[in-house]
C-alpha cells in the first residue's frame, strides 16, 4: 500500500503553476516536526522533516488563493518518486501527491475585498 499522511505548517508560500495543457500545478513544501530523545542523553529535541507536496487541477487553484507560508495543512496522497538530468547529474525527487487536503487553522492570504458590489464573491472564487 502507497499511502501518505502529513501535518504540518508551510514552510514558504505555495508556488501555482500550469502545465502547457492547461492544467494548474500547485507545489508546497510542509515541514512536520518530531520530538525525539537525543542519543545518549535524557534530553529531548525537536527534528523538523520537509516534505514536498505537489496538488493537481482546481483544487490546486483554489488552495492557492487561501495558502500562505504558515498556514497548518493535513496533506493525505501517495508517494511518487521521479528523476530528471541536470548539468550532467542525475537528481531524484520523492514527493507527496495529495489526494486530500485539510486546513487545520494558521496563517491565511488577506482576504480581497468583494468585487460583485452584493458583499460576496462570485461562486467562481470558491476554493473547493
Known amino acids: 500500500m ?4 502529513v501535518s ?3 514552510g514558504s508560500d505555495p508556488e501555482l503553476r500550469y502545465t502547457q495543457g492547461g492544467t494548474a500545478v500547485l ?5 512536520s516536526n518530531e520530538r525525539r530523545k537525543k542519543p545518549g542523553s535524557d534530553d529531548w529535541e525537536d527534528h523538523t522533516e520537509w516534505h514536498n507536496c505537489v496538488v493537481w487541477g482546481k483544487r490546486a487553484e483554489g488552495l492557492g ?3 500562505c507560508k504558515g498556514s497548518k495543512v493535513l496533506v493525505e ?3 511518487r518518486t521521479s528523476n530528471f538530468e541536470k548539468d550532467g547529474t542525475k ?5 507527496i501527491v495529495a489526494r486530500e487536503v485539510e486546513l487545520c487553522g494558521g496563517a491565511k492570504k488577506e482576504e480581497k475585498p468583494a468585487s460583485n458590489g452584493g458583499g460576496r464573491d462570485d461562486d467562481d472564487d ?3
Open 2 to 5: 502507497n499511502r501518505a499522511l
Open 8 to 10: 504540518g505548517n508551510l
Open 27 to 31: 507545489n508546497l513544501r510542509l515541514a
Open 65 to 67: 488563493k487561501i495558502l
Open 77 to 79: 496522497g501517495v508517494l
Open 91 to 95: 537528481h531524484w525527487r520523492t514527493e
Open 126 to 128: 470558491i476554493p473547493f
